[in-house]
T-cell receptor, first 120, second 110 residues
Framework: DTEVTQTPKHLVMGMTNKKSLKCEQH?????MYWYKQKAKKPPELMFV???????INESVPSRFSPECPNSSLLNLHLHALQPEDSALYLC???????????????????FGPGTRLTVL | SQQGEEDPQALSIQEGENATMNCSYK?????LQWYRQNSGRGLVHLIL?????REKHSGRLRVTLDTSKKSSSLLITASRAADTASYFC??????????FGQGTILTVHP
């Protein structure tokens, strides 16, 4: 199974709502990532989890709160978002850097299809 | 910016032609990867080239890396309409972090 799944596919929320994005993988990867992608722009890294611990936070506002409950799941909790937070949110997973595995290289990342978020 | 810069920003070709996309970067790398993204969807890994490699092939894809010029190129031979997508290079330099270039939008006309 080389699939990363994300739910929901689309989400529309008001600025006062609380919602969560979910990501799941069953490839045995111990590194998981959240990216934000605006239209016609490249993905921008938000968070990295390695062995279920937060290892990188790219100075993301606190209205985004990541959580890694176990090695297969990654959540992104959203609260009091702004309209400019509307974007495609991508989840990815990989073997942790430095751990050999897979024919594509140790840090090849496998992406989910994304959640299209609209903040009204 | 440490992001890779890609050119061209957009490329339009006919089926059967070759497509070449270029990527430049500013700092040292562990490896450089190429990804494809169909409109509004997730990214698909295409190929990874390590810093000590100069060329790599995968099917109709050929990637080159010139570390002295800090540049890489992706060649897609005998293009197909299904190759229409955005293509991103991504630099891997530090723990778990990929930095993506601005991307090239490729359109292959049937």
């Amino acid at each position: 199974d080389t699939e990363v799944t994300q739910t929901p596919k689309h989400l529309v929320m008001g600025m006062t709502n609380k919602k969560s994005l979910k990501c799941e993988q069953h490839m045995g990867h111990r590194a998981m990532y959240w990216y934000k992608q605006k239209a016609k722009k490249p993905p921008e890294l938000m968070f990295v989890y390695s062995y279920e611990k937060l290892s990188i936070n790219e100075s993301v506002p606190s209205r985004f709160s990541p959580e890694c409950p176990n090695s297969s799941l990654l959540n992104l909790h959203l609260h009091a978002l702004q309209p400019e937070d509307s974007a495609l949110y991508l989840c990815a997973s990989s073997h942790p850097m430095g751990l050999a595995g897979g024919s594509s290289g140790p840090d090849t990342q496998y992406f989910g299809p994304g959640t299209r978020l609209t903040v009204l | 910016s440490q992001q890779g810069e890609e050119d061209p920003q957009a490329l339009s070709i006919q089926e059967g032609e070759n497509a070449t996309m270029n990527c430049s970067y500013k700092t040292s790398i562990n490896n450089l990867q190429w990804y494809r993204q169909n409109s509004g969807r997730g990214l698909v890994h295409l190929i990874l080239i390590r810093s000590n490699e100069r060329e790599k092939h995968s099917g109709r894809l050929r990637v080159t890396l010139d570390t002295s010029k800090k540049s890489s190129s992706l060649l897609i031979t005998a293009s197909r309409a299904a190759d229409t997508a955005s293509y991103f290079c991504a630099k891997s330099a530090s723990y778990g972090k990929l930095t993506f270039g601005q991307g090239t939008i490729l359109t292959v006309h049937p």
